[in-house]
T-cell receptor, first 115, second 113 residues
């Protein structure tokens, strides 16, 4: 089954404790992206990747890192989480040109709480 | 900069009645327009898109949307609502050649039996 998977689905952590949210897709998509969803704000792009070893900032990249060492994986790293990063996070993938004419496929989401 | 507005936080409709979820956009160029739906505790699912051509686009689950360039709108419609259509709906826009997809704030659709 074609899908985007994320782990963990739920995470509660404390300020400053480094964490990684994994994302994997099995559709051989070049484009992958991370979004955060906050009430009343819709989805905002954090980082995206056009292919292996090619990443770029989205609209809200501060406090986040990403890497793309393999085509199927695109982990999101929070080196020192803060309470304002409490949010619902989605990973997405698509064929190129991502964000252009091709629809994106979304993972199930990761609900992160930072206390 | 590109932007999307969904003017209604919530739309209530009775089952069997037609529904409309509104979306307007602002871009400096030719847009690609999308509708996604989010069910509780699920990720977003693609419903339909406008790329070029016919202004009336048909998508999944009986939904359709009309692209209106003069009014910069892309309203989502369905002739007869189902209770199972109750969900959060997002409109999104991107520009030709741009990588980023910009989402609206979402509209919650409640269909009452």
């Amino acid at each position: 089954e074609a899908q985007v998977t994320q782990n963990p689905r739920y995470l509660i952590t404390v300020t400053g404790k480094k964490l990684t949210v994994t994302c994997s897709q099995n559709m051989n998509h070049e484009y992958m992206s991370w979004y955060r969803q906050d009430p009343g704000l819709g989805l905002r792009q954090i980082y995206y990747s056009m292919n292996v070893e090619v990443t770029d900032k989205g609209d809200v990249p501060e406090g986040y890192k990403v890497s793309r060492k393999e085509k199927r994986n695109f982990p999101l790293i929070l080196e020192s989480p803060s309470p304002n990063q409490t949010s619902l996070y989605f990973c997405a993938s698509s064929l190129l040109p991502g964000g252009g004419r091709n629809e994106q496929y979304f993972g199930p989401g990761t609900r992160l709480t930072v206390t | 900069a590109q932007s999307v507005a969904q003017p209604e936080d919530q739309v209530n409709v009775a089952e069997g009645n037609p529904l409309t979820v509104k979306c307007t956009y602002s871009v400096s160029g030719n847009p690609y327009l999308f509708w996604y739906v989010q069910y509780p505790n699920r990720g977003l699912q693609f419903l339909l898109k406008y790329i070029t051509g016919d202004n009336l686009v048909k998508g999944s689950y009986g939904f359709e949307a009309e692209f209106n360039k003069s009014q910069t709108s892309f309203h989502l419609k369905k002739p007869s609502a189902l209770v199972s259509d109750s969900a959060l709906y997002f409109c999104a826009v991107s520009l030709t050649g741009r990588r980023a997809l910009t989402f609206g704030s979402g509209t919650r659709l409640q269909v009452q039996p």
